[in-house]
């Protein structure tokens, strides 16, 4: 989860890949309605993506016999509870970075729908993992190996699973 060009795309895959399990997008699965609003420069809304969100709950469902990493901004705790309904065993995890360097990240990145305009909306709406939510937060302002390596070593710490031996 976070905010648009806080990682989730990148960091998300590569977590997959080192665990060898299924990889989503939830960019993929949103109707074209969403993408053009986001592309027009308007936020989505809680009406907009309670289907999306619906979607993506399947997904996970049908993925937790095998466990999968789904990249997806979540950015409300209302949407998250959603998710967890449907997919009892999710676990989060918050890529999170300040404004200055996601909006860094943003503008240099090339050929995706959603303008960096829509960033200030994305921080509004964001709702930090709460207390009692199970997940982890790490800073993005750091190496997508070293993201990966401190997250893999929150699921099990006894794994070593480093980069070199993945
Ligand atoms: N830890 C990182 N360090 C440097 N660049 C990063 C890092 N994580 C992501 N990026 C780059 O930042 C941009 C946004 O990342 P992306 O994965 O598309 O974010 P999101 O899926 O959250 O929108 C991409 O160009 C990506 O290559
Ligand atoms: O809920 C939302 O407002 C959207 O899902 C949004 O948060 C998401 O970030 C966009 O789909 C852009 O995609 P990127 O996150 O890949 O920039």
Known sequence: MGVSGSGKSTVGAAIAQRLRVPFADADDFHPPENIAKMASGRPLDDHDRQPWLNTLGGWLAEHEHTGAVLSCSALKRSYRDLLHRRARGVR???????????????????????????????????????????????????????IVDRYLATIDPTSNLTKESA
């Open 92 to 146: 989060l995890l918050h890529l999170s970075g300040s404004p200055e360097v996601v909006e860094a990240r943003l503008s240099a990145r090339a050929g995706h729908f959603m303008p960096p305009s829509l960033l200030r909306s994305q921080f509004a709406t964001l709702e930090p993992l709460a207390p009692d939510e199970q997940g982890t937060t790490i800073d993005i302002d750091q190496d997508i190996d070293a």
